[in-house]
């Protein structure tokens, strides 16, 4: 099993910066290769990706919309995962949930899709306004 808890959402202005924080535990994360996401929903939308990275290696990816803007990265000594947030606009309001998957072969370019995620924070919520 793996825990994930997020941390760090908050009420922010337009323009403004923000890091998410997102603490894993568990045996099986130490266990297996990892990855770590970053999913968002907003009101009345399905939940979106937002960003992964890897835990042993490789480059972060990003949906469109935040790149530029967020940045994710990773704290190995203390199995944390962090992303951080500038230049918020009010259509990043969302909760933002952290994620965890195995990187089996068929999940290997699925960085961006839900199933290939596992476990799951019970989310953090942010609210931008304008």
């Known amino acids: 099993q793996v825990q994930l808890e997020e941390s760090g959402g908050r009420l922010a202005r337009t323009g403004d910066s923000l890091t998410l924080s997102c603490a894993a535990s568990?045996?099986?994360?130490?266990?297996?290769?990892?990855?770590l996401g970053w999913f968002r929903q907003a009101p009345g939308k399905e939940r979106e990706f937002v960003a992964a990275?890897?835990?042993?290696?490789?480059?972060?990816v990003y949906t469109d919309s935040v790149k530029g803007r967020f940045s994710v990265s990773r704290d190995p000594g203390n199995n944390a995962m962090y992303l951080e947030m500038n230049s918020l606009r009010p259509e990043d309001t969302a909760v933002y949930y952290c994620?965890?998957?195995?990187?089996?072969?068929?999940?290997?370019?699925?960085?961006?899709?839900?199933?290939?995620?596992?476990?799951w924070g019970q989310g953090a919520q942010v609210t931008v306004s304008s």
């Open positions: 994620a965890a998957g195995e990187v089996t072969e068929g999940r290997r370019n699925a960085a961006d899709s839900a199933y290939a995620y596992d476990y």
């Open positions: 568990g045996h099986a994360f130490i266990t297996y290769i990892m990855r």
């Open positions: 990275m890897n835990w042993n290696d490789g480059p972060a």
